[in-house]
């Protein structure tokens, strides 16, 4: 049995394999452990044999796994036919004992789409489990009858102790899956196919007989025959075709010679009747093997689609003066051919006009028949073949077109006639295609940036008419753009990423930052340019402010775009623009050992399509502070999409997004809960920063435009930690029956409250067989008024509280009360404690404020006077402690002052009283080291747990970042196992 100690281990492993798999961390820079041959080991998948349509179960093993150490650790791939066979689960084994990650069911890498299914596991005991050891059970879905492969291929295995385990041997498997299916085929109506009746997935001895039935809706198809099969079935030996019930029965039994594996025991001869489809649905009477068993398989039902040719006409976009083709085809011809076409084609004749009439495919060449008419816009094409007949896709003809006006025509096709090789006509449709007649454009791109960071904008010449004859693209431009230098500031121009034929150096680029001028002009060679969407240029821009700006492309006869000889290319202009994005993280204050909240704002420029996602990563001191958690802002950011807390490292990945319009100004769009963790001293504020910043990784307006570049860095923030307030009540010494007044006083930091304490409201409990609490008077200024004094009768216990009007109200250290006390004369010698509890604190503006209390304890001696051996063993003689005491000055203490403290004690005193505290936790600081050192892995400082074992690969593993839970104000343990960290970097989080 595990040991007890285990359950801490446990409650681990998840959080230590999380991290272990996060393939997003990429922060596992511990050594790879050594490689350790071992030839006894193999990896198998085992193989199953289903009917077609069922479940079935493989299982993985690790094989020969010895001792001492045992497995630690796998990662592995099943490569499969996803056409054949699809996983529904993959599950880790209690045999393995480690938690497992697959890409199985929902997760983002599903294994379906690709035909390879990843896993991966880890368990943390030591020893790990030996012997043949089951890993992973995967359920598969038989899809198609045959014998499908699973292939293994194994990427990483390890033992216990983190060695790599090599030169092992991998065994693979198979998905044997018995059953019958028809089909698929395609037909147009009037055409006619053959669709396959196979029977698959037959182990040996054989298949010997079979006898099935296929259904069809006879509305659809119509059956007109049955061929043979595949050797060594030929003929059936029944085959009955029932036309009016769509039903055909089909049966055949071998003498000798039984086929194994997958075989076409027959072929259906189907003609197409109207369009639509239906289905082929497999029924099995019997399939019998070469012993005379039945085996047992399960059906497949097939598809015949029964569609219609059309004959189409093709769309262009072309610039007024230009030209291109057009194709005229016929497509879809399916289950017969076509012999001939004679088409009537009409068109607006203001807005195109047809130049010529170009050559079809082979074995249709230029046709008979090509009459032009533009002025009744219209074109009339014919042709036939005698010898070849095509099916599927064939072009009968291109069309030469060019634009006259800007606008759009349609091509409207009118059939004469269409036949097919017999010379039938053929059923048809039609799909009419159109020529648009528009200037191209010339877009400059859009951004997002933060104020002084930089960006390449692309200067992009969309719609350049297609070739003509190998002539046309585009073959020069001369721009100029328009900025305004207060908000944006034109680095330089690129021709890096742009097309090919543009990526020579510029002939011309120039940028004037004081007038807000840019100039770029360049020109290609040859005869032929680039179509289509060009990107020319880059052009590199800064934001200097924030703010939205235009980046504006003048329309102008000096600045335009030509074709390789120089006719000029029509085009309209389309600006550009940065948008000049803030990202900033807030400021707190915030005590020692206490949460804050820090928001995190975007301010997006008004005027724009707002904001719609945002992805930023903070980074903070981990040794300062430790996030707990992430939560939305204000709506529509009142949710994230992506919340990744890495305290091991000091990163939050935040992602959010938005659908329910758009969001601009000042948006508040997440809130982290943080904790303060240490501090230097109150009187050293400077050195208590802790800074948070932020860097932008993208961001998306209304518009779903993705920004052309990364933004930078926001603005940062951070946490001043600072001393919390304290209420601390003196320790006095005392002898039996005398009477003192102890003072209570209390440290209010300014930071935490700027606007000083205006009321209080405290418990106190004692032993009242010990003490007697007479009454309480006031402190200092201007809390030197007699509190409220409300005493528990009979009970050791009362409570005070006391408010002043002044406002600002008093900061730093000063005297709130007085408690009147006398010790009984049946009291025993030794301690006993004035336990205080903060039961409310407000500020001079009436909000509440947090504070520490902490109690005090008197210190009772006997009668007998001090230094006479009456005094309790190891308690000093007792000071003298005057029945009244002091009036203080509320006024606050200047830095690195001491405070005088009534009855007794100062700053100083308190100062070191601190730093005593300080060295009582650095020594139990050491001694939980020591026993943390016992076991390095282990916050308890014991247990099985084992260092990491070998990493994963990068980019495969869980995308969630591990989360590990906060722990108490003074930790000893660390931050627990993380990857990257060796034991010795983990240190002892000091108590206060």
Known sequence: MRKASDNVAAALRLVVLAILLSATLGVLVRPLPPARADTAVSVSISSSVVPLGTTATTDIFVNGVSGPSGLGTYEMSVAFDKSKVKVVSATGDGGFGGSMVSNAGDQPWLSNGTGTLRLAAYQPWMPGPTGNVKVAVIIWKSLAPGIHP????????????????TGFPVVNGEMTVTGAAAGPGTVNIGGRTTVAITVGGVLSPGLKSYALTVAFNPAKISVSGVDDGDPPF????TKVIDSVAGLVTLGDSLPSGYPVGSVVVARLNIQGVAEGGTDLAVSITSLVDATGSPLDAGVASGAVNVTLPVV????????PALSASVAVTAEGLAGQSLKSYQLAISFD??????????????????????????????????DSVSTEFPTGRVVLAYLQVEGLANGVTGLSVQVVSLTNQAGVPITYGKVEGAVTVSPASVEVGQVFLLKDASVDIPVTVRGVPPLTGGKGGLGSYFFRINFDPAKVRVNRFSSSGADPQFAARLVLASSDNNTGQAFFRQSVTGEAGPTGDVVVAKMNVTALADGDTTLALVDHPDYKLADPSGIPIMATWKSGRVVGVAVEVGSTTAAVNSTARISMTIRFPAGTPGLKSFAATIGFDRSKIRVDSVSGGDAPFGSLTTKKIDNAVGTVLLAGSQTGGTATGNILVAVLNVAALSVTDSRSVGNNASPISVTVSGLTDGSDRVPAGIPGS??????????????????PSMVRGTTADIPIFIEVNELLVPRGLGSYRLRIDFDNTKLVLNSVRGGSSPFNAAPTFERSAGAGSAIISASQPASPGPRGSFTIAYLNVTVKNTAAAGQTGLAATVLSLVDSGGDSVSANAESGVVSIYPSSPPGSGGAPPGLPPPPPVSATAPTLTPTPTPTGSPTPVPGGGSGAARSTTRATRAAGSAANDSISRRRADSNPYSPTGAGPLRPPPGRFRRGFGSSGASSLAPGPACENSGDGLTAGRQPEERRPRPCR
Do not use: H, Y
Request: a positive charge; zero cysteines; aromatic letters at 4%.
């Open 150 to 165: 699973l292939a293994l291929s194994v990427d990483l295995l390890s033992n216990s102790n983190g060695d790599f385990i």
């Open 714 to 731: 926001g603005s940062p923030g951070g946490i001043t930690i600072v001393w919390p307030n304290t209420v601390r009540v003196q320790s």
């Open 312 to 319: 189409k006409t093709g769309s262009v976009v072309i610039n």
């Open 349 to 382: 004749r203001a807005r195109i006009k047809v130049a010529g009439v170009g050559d079809g495919d082979a074995p249709f060449g230029r046709p008979a028949t090509a009459m032009i008419d533009n002025t009744a816009g219209a074109v009339v094409l014919a």
């Open 234 to 237: 030929g003929a059936p030996s």
